[in-house]
Structure formats: C-alpha cells, structure tokens
C-alpha cells in the first residue's frame, strides 16, 4: 500500500477533529467557569442528563436510583477499566455520586448530585456554541450530513467491535 495523505486518512481527519473540538470545548469550559466539567465527562453526563429528564417527565416518586455502571459505561462506549476512573474524577468534581442498588448490593449505580442537575442547562449552552462555532462557515444542510455520517461510522465501529 502506497503512503497515504493525512487529509486523505479517515481515522486521521476523524481524530483531528476529535481533539479539535475536545480543545475548544475545554476552552469555552473554563472560560465560563466550569473548569470542573471535563470534555470527558460529557458522554456519560448526556445520558444521566437524559436519564434523569425521563424520569421527570415519567413522573418519578421518590429517590432516583441512577443507572448501573455498566449500562452507563455501555451507553457511554467506555470500558469498564475506563469507567471506574472517570466516575471517580466525576465524584471528585461533586458531579455524580456511587450507590448501591437497593434490588442487588452487589451492583453499583451512579446517579447525578444536585450540582450535576444544575449545571445540565449551562454546559449544553456552552456545547451549543462550540457547535455554532465549528459550523459557522458550513452550510447547515452539509453540518446535518456530517452528523449523520457520524452516527453511521459510529454504529459501523460498534457492531465491528463485537467481533
């Protein structure tokens, strides 16, 4: 195989991009004072985020139990190894809280404290500008192609990874 040019290269451009972003969110992070929140961490707060905002609008009575580390991790496409040590820099940060699950002690939930509820709308405010300005100058029928591509490379990868 002949050398390849690096804006040529998927698994380059698609990295690139990564760390991009993941530098100007971090940017915009601490320039609003949300240092705490790590780029990181923004996977596994959108689907705590998601999963709280369901049980409000189901209309949970009582306390919210969280969700199973390894379903979180799951939903999260993080591994297991890489979980232990994001939810402690989490904790660490007063984001989410362990519990044990009341059905099975031998399972470990986590579940968002008060300040990873009231710092949801702000830091998808801070995301939204990032898009905003990463899109500025890409018409937005070409930015919902990309991100439609997106899914689909992500689902590709996914299903290539259980084999």
Request: glycine fraction near 8%.
């Amino acid at each position: 195989m002949e050398s390849q040019h690096p804006n040529d290269c998927l698994y380059y451009l698609v990295t690139r991009v990564s760390l991009s972003l993941t530098s100007l969110l971090k940017k915009r992070l601490v320039e609003s004072g949300c240092d705490f929140v790590k780029p990181a961490y923004i996977g596994v707060l959108l689907w705590l985020w998601m999963d709280d905002g369901m049980g409000t609008m189901l209309g949970k009575f009582g306390k919210d139990e969280g969700i199973k580390l390894n379903d979180l991790g799951k939903l999260a496409g993080l591994e297991p190894s890489s979980m232990t040590g994001l939810i402690d820099r989490m904790e660490k940060d007063g984001l989410v809280v362990r519990a044990n699950d009341p059905k099975d002690r031998r399972v470990t939930n986590i579940q968002l404290t008060q300040k990873g509820i009231n710092v949801r709308k702000h830091i998808l405010e801070i995301m939204d500008t990032v898009t905003k300005e990463i899109f500025a100058t890409i018409p937005k029928k070409q930015e919902d192609i990309a991100l439609d591509v997106l899914k689909k490379i992500l689902i590709s990868a996914s299903n290539l990874e259980k084999f």
